[in-house]
């Protein structure tokens, strides 16, 4: 017998790829932190012996979701500015804040704060756009997760950096050497918008993304007050400044995309730009609906994310994987135009592929890491189950999650973090909210 370090046997086993497949009565085998086989539990109990043996009964196990987009500190800032438009929602709400207590601190108590509910809600991979990446690239390295970490770069002070050149200095510097070849971190450029910089600073991304073949991450057509405004100021749609500039291509993540024309979807096609779609976000902001089905028709890739706690509320993948397929289908009027089996491939091996993940994370696949989620369907409102992946997107909730193990190391056991102290991190957000709730005063 072949030894392995965890074989895992739930009732129902979805890969992802193959698309449209489940499996029963079949375990997956994991050792050195990937997956080594997906076999008929039979044959497994023959071939391996395993230091653990996890048995889940009533559980369906996935790929881990790969949350595409989000600002994971920002979960500090949850409910302190709701109700209100985008633009008010920056400039009354966040910025404010951000521009009295932004600190490493902030970044590493708040990103914890994201990874402990992520983890909590079946998510083993995220990608971040936020200032100080440097520490949340520590962070997730500290508490073990998969992440792909962005480098901000914007034309106005923070505590971050003063100016652009020092944004590109430091975006250059995390890129270039600290997580090269790391098992667990993979870095980016993220500009904040079209309105956020120059061409001359977009000129000078680009000749670094190029050198240093990283991808980028770009808010891009949230609302239609953005592309009236870069008209207005420009001349140009925001896509188009892009597209001039050289970085529309199949290393772009345009993160929202809602505000989309024919010609434009087109030419994401052409490219290969990748989509990360956040509805819940969008519909809170009243950015507007995204016509993912549509995009999907014209061949490009969309991934899920859920954007910050403090837009969304919440950095539940379940709800948001639930809200993709509900939208589309209202938008559409076409009850087929994202099924429950497309909303999880958004959610899981399409979120690897936005990310150039895909040869790594995503699905359920001999030599990929063990990035998984196990969910229990035993519950009231998940009963009967006639198809589980249907289960899975229309009923279960994050809190069904019980187990998660990121490149084969348990992190979520039986609904317990492994490596999390909560009580030390509830104490560390309330320190947060009094700080923010007394410099409103």
Request: hydrophobic share 45%; proline share 4%; charged share 20%.
């Amino acid at each position: 017998m072949q030894h392995c370090d965890t074989l895992i046997a739930p009732r129902w086993c979805v890969p992802v790829e193959p698309t449209n497949v489940v499996l029963t009565d079949h375990a997956v085998v994991i050792n050195d932190g990937r997956i080594v086989d997906v076999l008929l539990l039979a044959e497994a109990r023959k071939k391996y012996q395993p230091s653990a043996f996890i048995e889940k009964p009533d559980h369906v196990l996935i790929p881990g979701f790969v949350n595409a987009h989000t600002h994971a500190a920002m979960t500090l800032m949850r409910g302190m500015a709701d109700d209100m438009p985008l633009e008010t929602w920056l400039r009354e709400g966040i910025w404010p804040v951000e521009e009295r207590w932004l600190s490493a601190e902030m970044v590493r108590d708040g990103t914890e704060l994201a990874i402990a509910e992520m983890i909590s809600g079946g998510t083993t991979c995220f990608s971040d756009q936020y200032f100080f990446p440097d520490i949340v690239a520590e962070t997730a390295v500290d508490l073990q997760i998969r992440a792909m970490v962005g480098a901000p770069i914007i034309e106005f002070p923070t505590a971050w950096a003063a100016n652009t050149s020092e944004y590109l200095q430091k975006a250059n510097d995390l890129v270039h050497d600290p997580y090269r070849d790391h098992p667990l971190i993979s870095t980016c450029f993220t500009p904040h918008s079209t309105n956020a910089m120059s061409d001359e600073s977009f000129v000078e991304l680009r000749v670094l993304a190029d050198q240093l073949d990283v991808r980028t991450q770009i808010h891009l057509h949230e609302t239609a007050a953005e592309i009236a405004d870069s008209v207005d100021k420009t001349g140009k749609r925001p896509f188009d400044r892009l597209q001039e500039l050289g970085l529309v291509n199949a290393s772009l993540l345009a993160v929202h995309a809602i505000q989309m024309s024919d010609r434009e979807i087109e030419a994401f096609a052409e490219s290969g730009v990748n989509i990360a779609h956040c509805p819940k976000s969008n519909l809170k902001l009243a950015s507007g609906i995204a016509p993912v089905a549509k995009y999907r028709a014209a061949g490009v890739n969309v991934a899920i994310g859920t954007d910050s706690a403090a837009s969304n509320n919440t950095l539940d993948m379940m709800a948001e994987m639930q809200m993709t397929a509900l939208l589309a289908k209202a938008r559409e009027f076409d009850a087929t135009a994202i099924s429950a089996n497309d909303a999880l491939r958004m959610a899981t091996l399409h979120g690897a592929a936005a990310l150039g993940l895909a040869a790594e994370t995503g699905s359920i696949e001999a030599g990929k890491w063990a990035d998984l989620a196990c969910v229990d369907l035993n519950r009231l409102h998940s009963q009967p189950v006639y198809d589980p992946v249907s289960q899975l997107v229309y009923t279960a909730r994050a809190d069904q999650v019980t187990d998660v193990w990121i490149a084969g190391k348990h992190q979520l056991d039986n609904g317990q973090l492994s490596q999390i102290d909560t009580k030390q991190l509830y104490e560390r957000c309330n320190e947060w909210r009094d700080r923010f709730t007394m410099s409103q005063v």
